[in-house]
């Protein structure tokens, strides 16, 4: 379509993209009313703070996260892997609000983060083009920002090892060949350009990468290693171990709701039910583990240290949130309503004091209390660009339930 769709089409647009909509009337969950005057009412409290956070960043600067305790507004170069969720936030946010200032603001900071669709020296392309420039082109399709998407594709499809059997992650050694398991959330634009142009190069790559993830990413109960070093010229693998997480056999939380999102978006596009197996296994692991606090927030790692005063992340919490929604629409009807559940649980605690910003505090931030990566003491307890979007995200698709 040429034209620019209107807001109504827009979350049309979004529910078919992101969800089966056939699922929804099989299971027949209607949202809470209750629940659904929060999330409007956390629209437009959104959009205020984003309003708030447009007066941070200028030029070609993306916001990275803020610092309470310091008052400082951090931010970044579009090559940094969070690029993307700004953009992308203003742009959901504008569906739902309809205002134009987000919607300005959004296109604004497309310009500068424009160049990536070159980058081959990353694997989050997926973050940093599809959430940004994806959304930007369901709103208003282009020929322009199709060739973006397509260019970034490409650029993704580089890391590609055949011999691995999967995108690399982080530069390293020669001889090494490091994967994430956050990897897995870069395959949906692999799948979109297959779409586009007709080249399936694109999807028999996603499909390798999750196959081979699935073999060696994960244990027995179905938790997964932070990162797979595999040998660059055999495919051996060399190492499990974590970065991020508590330790190298712990449950990373934001690894695990990676994991968790990125096997029901790989059944959503292929439609194998080895995929929706996998994620309903992930989803078990997550909501049967001891660890796992009443109004499932996570621990910033399963395992973590210090439990129960061990930090929370709410980023984690938010990823779930989204994923959970989506998965409810592709399995039976009791998994379903006990996923719903959870995700009803999470978008309430995320919407109390506690974990949702004071108007014209934190940044401009909408969520509080993230961690990012507290081995390196970076980005602890802090709000973060991708808690925000995937909380956004899922309140959009909370709205759609029943529809």
Same mark, same amino acid.
């Given at each position: 379509m040429k034209k620019v769709l209107g807001i109504s089409a827009v979350i049309v647009a979004t529910v078919l993209m992101n969800t089966a909509c056939s699922a929804q009337k099989k299971n027949g969950y209607k949202p809470a009313s209750d629940l659904t005057a929060t999330i409007k009412k956390n629209f437009t409290d959104a959009a205020a703070q984003y309003k708030v956070m447009m007066t941070n960043v200028s030029g070609d600067r993306f916001p990275k996260t803020f610092h309470p305790t310091t008052n400082k507004f951090e931010t970044s170069a579009s090559g940094w892997w969070c690029s993307g969720f700004y953009p992308g936030t203003l742009l959901y946010l504008y569906t739902q609000t309809k205002d134009t200032v987000l919607y300005n603001e959004a296109k604004r900071i497309l310009v500068p983060l424009q160049k990536e669709e070159y980058n081959k020296g990353t694997h989050d392309l997926g973050f940093m083009m599809f959430c940004s420039f994806g959304n930007a082109n369901m709103i208003a399709p282009s020929e322009a920002y199709k060739q973006i998407l397509i260019n970034s594709a490409k650029s993704l499809s580089t890391r590609f090892n055949p011999t691995v059997g999967c995108i690399r992650s982080w530069d390293s050694k020669s001889n090494e060949f490091l994967v994430i398991i956050d990897n897995m959330m870069n395959l949906e634009l692999l799948f979109w350009a297959t779409r586009v142009t007709g080249d399936s190069?694109? %999807?028999?790559? +996603? /499909? @390798?990468?999750?196959?081979?993830?699935?073999?060696?990413?994960?244990?027995?109960?179905?938790?997964? %290693?932070? /990162?797979?070093? %595999?040998?660059?010229?055999?495919? *051996? /693998?060399?190492?499990?171990? @974590? +970065?991020?997480g508590a330790a190298d056999s712990s449950a990373w939380a934001r690894g695990q709701s990676w994991g968790l999102y990125g096997y029901t978006v790989m059944y959503r596009e292929t439609k194998d039910k080895k995929y929706l197996d996998q994620a309903n296994h992930i989803a078990d692991f997550i909501l049967n583990n001891k660890n796992l606090p009443a109004d499932k927030i996570p621990y910033w790692d399963y395992?973590?240290?210090?439990?129960?005063? +061990?930090?929370?992340? *709410?980023?984690?919490?938010?990823?779930?949130?989204? *994923?959970?929604?989506?998965?409810?629409? %592709? @399995?039976?009807?009791?998994? *379903?309503?006990k996923y719903l559940q959870v995700s009803e649980t999470i978008l309430r605690t995320l919407s109390n004091n506690t974990y949702k910003a004071a108007p014209g505090t934190n940044g401009g931030f909408i969520l509080e209390h993230s961690v990012g990566h507290l081995p390196q003491k970076s980005e602890v307890d802090v709000p973060l660009t991708y808690a925000d979007y995937y909380f956004v995200e899922a309140m959009i698709r909370y709205l759609q339930l029943g529809k």
């Amino acid at each position: 379509m040429k034209k620019v769709l209107g807001i109504s089409a827009v979350i049309v647009a979004t529910v078919l993209m992101n969800t089966a909509c056939s699922a929804q009337k099989k299971n027949g969950y209607k949202p809470a009313s209750d629940l659904t005057a929060t999330i409007k009412k956390n629209f437009t409290d959104a959009a205020a703070q984003y309003k708030v956070m447009m007066t941070n960043v200028s030029g070609d600067r993306f916001p990275k996260t803020f610092h309470p305790t310091t008052n400082k507004f951090e931010t970044s170069a579009s090559g940094w892997w969070c690029s993307g969720f700004y953009p992308g936030t203003l742009l959901y946010l504008y569906t739902q609000t309809k205002d134009t200032v987000l919607y300005n603001e959004a296109k604004r900071i497309l310009v500068p983060l424009q160049k990536e669709e070159y980058n081959k020296g990353t694997h989050d392309l997926g973050f940093m083009m599809f959430c940004s420039f994806g959304n930007a082109n369901m709103i208003a399709p282009s020929e322009a920002y199709k060739q973006i998407l397509i260019n970034s594709a490409k650029s993704l499809s580089t890391r590609f090892n055949p011999t691995v059997g999967c995108i690399r992650s982080w530069d390293s050694k020669s001889n090494e060949f490091l994967v994430i398991i956050d990897n897995m959330m870069n395959l949906e634009l692999l799948f979109w350009a297959t779409r586009v142009t007709g080249d399936s190069s694109f %999807y028999k790559i +996603a /499909v @390798t990468h999750a196959n081979t993830t699935i073999k060696n990413h994960f244990r027995p109960d179905y938790s997964s %290693y932070h /990162v797979i070093n %595999y040998n660059a010229e055999t495919g *051996a /693998v060399q190492q499990k171990r @974590t +970065a991020q997480g508590a330790a190298d056999s712990s449950a990373w939380a934001r690894g695990q709701s990676w994991g968790l999102y990125g096997y029901t978006v790989m059944y959503r596009e292929t439609k194998d039910k080895k995929y929706l197996d996998q994620a309903n296994h992930i989803a078990d692991f997550i909501l049967n583990n001891k660890n796992l606090p009443a109004d499932k927030i996570p621990y910033w790692d399963y395992d973590a240290p210090g439990i129960p005063n +061990a930090l929370r992340d *709410a980023s984690a919490a938010s990823i779930m949130a989204s *994923a959970f929604i989506e998965l409810s629409h %592709y @399995t039976d009807k009791a998994r *379903a309503a006990k996923y719903l559940q959870v995700s009803e649980t999470i978008l309430r605690t995320l919407s109390n004091n506690t974990y949702k910003a004071a108007p014209g505090t934190n940044g401009g931030f909408i969520l509080e209390h993230s961690v990012g990566h507290l081995p390196q003491k970076s980005e602890v307890d802090v709000p973060l660009t991708y808690a925000d979007y995937y909380f956004v995200e899922a309140m959009i698709r909370y709205l759609q339930l029943g529809k």
